[in-house]
């Protein structure tokens, strides 16, 4: 009697979560200061949290509004990095602001932040919008992925 062969069992995971894996590295990071002096939001993201302190003075002493204010789980987005989204969804983060209604400071080169300034009028907006930003579907997290690194 022949000795049945062994078939190997390939462990590649060809699902979403598979693919998305091999980007474990990239997270990134959301906090939402509120300025009532100046009557401005402003929405911070980074790759690292180290990179906060390098944030000026004046932003790291505004109100941080929490997670539960924002009504979001977590403030982190797993798989993607700030500049990712920054490459795919434009200067203002996918948020559905006019460009000219916003502020921008652009240190994610320098010194790991990229920071949006917003009049308070918008921050039902800017909610809505660090929501959907945080509770992106892995879909949407791969085309992101592919729009950003494959059109290099």
């Known amino acids: 009697m022949k000795a049945k062969a062994k078939i190997e069992k390939s462990n590649k995971d060809d699902s979403l979560f598979g693919l ?5 590295q990239f997270n990134s990071y959301v906090r939402v200061f509120d300025d009532e002096e100046h009557d401005e939001i402003i929405l911070a993201i980074t790759s690292n949290p180290k990179f906060w302190k390098n944030m000026p003075e004046s932003y790291l002493s505004l109100k941080e509004l929490k997670r539960l204010e924002l009504g979001v789980d977590k403030l982190s987005i797993k798989y993607v990095e ?6 795919t969804l434009g200067p203002s983060l996918g948020l559905k602001i006019g460009t000219d209604k916003l502020t921008t400071d652009d240190s994610l080169k320098e010194k790991g932040y990229y ?38």
Do not use: A, T
Request: proline share 6%; with cysteine.
């Open 82 to 87: 700030p500049s990712h989204i920054l490459k």
């Open 115 to 152: 920071c949006i300034k917003i009049s308070r009028k918008s921050m039902p907006k800017v909610i809505k919008g660090v929501k959907q930003l945080i509770n992106m579907s892995p879909q949407k997290k791969y085309e992101i992925l592919e729009k950003s690194l494959f059109s290099e």
């Open 20 to 24: 998305l894996s091999s980007y474990k």
